[in-house]
């Protein structure tokens, strides 16, 4: 059985109603006893809406590989110091370590769509979730994991995944995608239903292995995804931010190409948060990231699953 923790209290806002009661006791999981990234508010209680980059921390001229160490995910079998480049995973602050194993996706199948948490699978195979603003690119990513055309049902509409639907991956584990948040064009009562079914979900899977919050690069930070990141980080629930359509080379309407609106996401993250979750780079478009994302998955799996025994 695992440890349970609890973060720091927080006192911070979130796109969640401040009517639900924060009572979760999440196990002890791997990103959360590497590293405790709780957000930290700032001095009136609230996360900072600048993403200017010059906030960000600035490593002395002396110790760049310092600086540079300090915003790695160390997994398990690995010392912070012993940490090499060729460790780390390309377009990611992801070291790699003992326990990545196999982690290529030979088989995967559709096995419900639940209304409620309480309909999910109940067996014990570990999950990974993902979530994200409408349009992020969920189902995009999802069939570029599995290399399969629509095993996820994409749509110009957003909004449009309004149930908790579960795919089984190797006969092994679980790939969850989650309805989007954000949704402009939603009625009331979908919106309604995001922030009480999903959050429900969060907080009373034993099986959850992770959260990969997904964050659209093609655009610059938004609000509602910090948002997020913080509700997470408060009720003790891991995550890695995966970074979608990376394969954008110009800049949007709003002028900043997705390297750039990334580095300002992660002078967020280093500002205001004790330890850096874990992030990397993705494109459902070119594959980039894909193979690293699965490296990534396969050992936060292999060490819950070693430490679920």
């Not at 979130?14 to 002890?28: A, G, R, T, V, Y």
């Not at 993403?51 to 110790?63: L, Q, R, V």
């Not at 990376?246 to 300002?264: A, H």
Request: with cysteine.
């Amino acid at each position: 059985m695992l440890f349970h923790t609890r973060y720091f209290p927080l006192h911070s806002t979130c796109l969640f109603s401040s009517s639900f009661s924060f009572s979760s006791h999440k196990p002890f999981s791997l990103l959360q006893k590497l590293n405790q990234f709780s957000p930290s508010p700032d001095s009136k209680g609230h996360f900072s809406t600048s993403f200017s980059t010059a906030s960000a921390p600035k490593p002395t001229a002396s110790e760049p590989a310092k600086f540079a160490k300090a915003f790695l995910f160390v997994p398990p079998g690995v010392e912070r110091d012993e940490v090499t480049e060729n460790m780390i995973l390309p377009g990611s602050n992801i070291v790699v370590g003992p326990y990545a194993g196999h982690s290529q996706i030979k088989q995967v199948e559709f096995v419900k769509s639940s209304a409620k948490p309480k309909d999910c699978p109940k067996d014990d195979r570990p999950e990974f979730a993902i979530v994200g603003r409408s349009n992020v690119g969920k189902s995009s990513l999802i069939n570029a994991l599995v290399k399969r055309k629509e095993v996820a049902l994409t749509s110009k509409k957003p909004g449009k995944t309004q149930l908790i639907n579960h795919f089984l991956v190797n006969k092994s584990w679980y790939i969850v995608d989650l309805p989007g948040y954000g949704f402009a064009n939603a009625p009331d009562s979908a919106r309604s239903d995001w922030s009480s079914f999903t959050k429900g979900f969060f907080l009373n899977r034993e099986t959850l292995v992770a959260v990969l919050l997904l964050i659209d690069a093609s655009i610059p930070p938004q609000q509602i995804d910090l948002d997020c990141a913080n509700w997470l980080g408060r009720n003790n629930i891991p995550m890695t931010f995966v970074f979608t359509k990376c394969d954008k080379t110009k800049g949007g309407s709003k002028g900043k190409r997705p390297d750039e609106n990334i580095r300002d996401f992660q002078a967020f993250i280093r500002k205001h948060y004790r330890q850096p979750p874990p992030w990397i780079m993705t494109s459902s478009v070119t594959g980039l990231g894909r193979d690293e994302l699965l490296l990534h998955m396969s050992q936060l799996r292999n060490y819950w699953d070693n430490e679920d025994t």
